[in-house]
Structures are given as C-alpha cells and as structure tokens.
C-alpha cells in the first residue's frame, strides 16, 4: 500500500507524444455509424477550448491540477466531454471521461483527500464496466483504475481485485496484442504488488515489451495513444532501484533523446550521475 501511495503520483505525469500512424486494430475496435459524427463534434468541441485532442485536454488539464493541487481544469474538460455524450452516446466519450476521473483520483491522492478519491474511482470504474463491448484500451485503462481501488479497499477484498485486474489485463492484450497500454497496466500491475504476493516479475519484461511496440494513434484528435513514455520512466526506475546502471543508463538515453521535455525523466538523470 505505502508502494503505490509514493510511487503513483511519480509514474502518472508523463504524457506521450511520438510520430506514428493510426492502428486499423483500434478504428475498428472504435467503428460504427456514429465514430465520424463524434470525430467531427469532439474536435470542434475541443478548438473552441483551445485544445487538440481528448488526450491533450486531460493530460493539460491533469498537468495544471498536480501544481495547483485542483481539479478544476479536470473538471471542466469532463463537463465538455460530458456534454458531447448527451448528444452522442459513444463507448469512447465514456473511456475518455473514466481517464479524466483517473487523473482526478490521483489529484485527490496527492491531497490525502480519501472520500473524492475513492468517489472517482468508484465513477470511473462504472463507466467503463458499463460498456458492454469493451476493446483492448478500456480493460488496460479498467484494470489500472481496479488497482487505485487497493488505496480504499479491505484486504478480505483484495485477492478478488487482483484476480479481476489479471483479467482484464489479459483480455486486453488478447483482443490487441500491440497494444502499448496493455502491458503498460501489466507492468504496473506487476510493479505495484508486493514481493510477498507474487509481483516483481514481469513488469521489467511488460515495459519493454511496451517500448518496443509501434506507438500508433498520434495523429488522432479522440484515440488513445499513451503509454510507451511512461513505461519508459518505470523501466528505468526498475533499473535504478536494481542499481543495474548499465540498463538505466541506455534506457535513459533512449527515453531523454525522444522526449526531451519530459520532467519526470529527465529528474532520473540526477540518479545516473557518475555512474556506468
């Protein structure tokens, strides 16, 4: 519990931002009748805030809550959001609402303010359980969210949380076997189980298996495209916290050449100063 309390407010802030093409697995896992009416409606929603993509708003939006300590600019992307669901009742407006009440629990962890916290979380988890023909990005982000429910849980119900996690990590990556999120989730499932109980074994394979993945979606303005850029920064946290410098030291390379603006990864530098 104390692992993921100090450790979640570390891996959340990253925001990934490669070139790549769009996955015809993930349009076609998004696809019917009204996929191009959404398309239309979320970018002219989202330019008249100013805004690019889904992705852009919340992680903007989430990135000015972790400094003011609010959900303010959360909350206002989530009633825009909201209001596009009205009119139009997409699966991916509910997957984009549950990932803006992610960012929002974690604002609420980072307050110790434990009543929102688990009201989020519990939301979140509701939109996406409701969607009755889930893809593989909303049990990777579904699984994520079930393991937040650890920080209000009791431990009678843990054993079934963990079992409903590997599920849906496991349907994630059997629906869409390149999908990035997915083993980024099993790795972060992985990373945050103790010892005790059976984890640390495969997040340093999940991650890189992340990384080595074709980041697609990019050029979407409403599909997810996160997840490589921040299995970067837990892989090389893994190494760090393993002193296997060597690996820390490529990794970091790697990651600080394609993303040099990110904070969270360049911060492990100060870690791999004078070593080899």
């Known amino acids: 519990m104390k692992k993921i309390a100090l450790h979640i407010l570390f891996f959340i802030i990253n925001f990934s931002s490669c070139n790549a093409h769009v996955n015809n697995n993930e349009i076609e896992e998004y696809s ?23 992705q852009k708003a919340i992680q903007q939006a989430a990135n000015e809550g972790f400094i003011s300590r609010n959900t303010i600019k959360l909350d206002s992307v989530e009633f825009i959001i909201d209001s596009m669901y009205t009119q139009n009742k997409h699966n991916l407006l509910l997957y984009w609402t549950a990932y ?32 009755k023909n889930k893809n593989s990005d909303d049990y990777a982000l579904l699984a994520i969210l079930k393991g937040l429910s650890f920080l209000y849980t009791t431990g009678a119900r843990a054993p079934f949380i963990a079992n409903d996690i590997k599920k849906n990590i496991d349907r994630a990556i059997k629906i869409n076997p ?8 099993q790795g972060n499932n992985d990373y945050y189980t103790p010892k005790a109980y059976g984890g640390g074994k495969i997040a340093e394979k999940s991650f890189i298996k992340a990384i080595t993945l074709q980041n697609y979606n990019v050029d979407s303005s409403i599909l997810p495209s996160w997840g490589k850029e921040e ?11 393993k002193e296997n410098w060597k690996s820390a030291i490529k990794y970091f390379n790697e990651a600080i050449k ?10 492990l530098g100060v870690f791999l100063v004078g070593k080899s």
């Open 32 to 54: 019917d009748a009204s996929i191009n009416y959404t398309l239309i409606l979320s970018e002219n929603k989202l330019q008249n805030i100013g805004l690019q993509s889904f």
């Open 100 to 131: 803006t009440k992610y960012f929002k629990t974690i604002i609420y962890l980072q307050n110790d303010d434990k009543i929102n916290l688990k009201k989020e979380n519990i939301a979140a988890l509701g939109l996406l359980e409701s969607i």
């Open 178 to 185: 390149g999908n990035i999120r997915a083993y980024y989730a």
């Open 231 to 241: 299995s970067y920064e837990q892989l090389i946290k893994i190494y760090i916290e």
């Open 258 to 267: 394609m993303y040099p603006e990110n904070y969270m990864i360049s911060k």
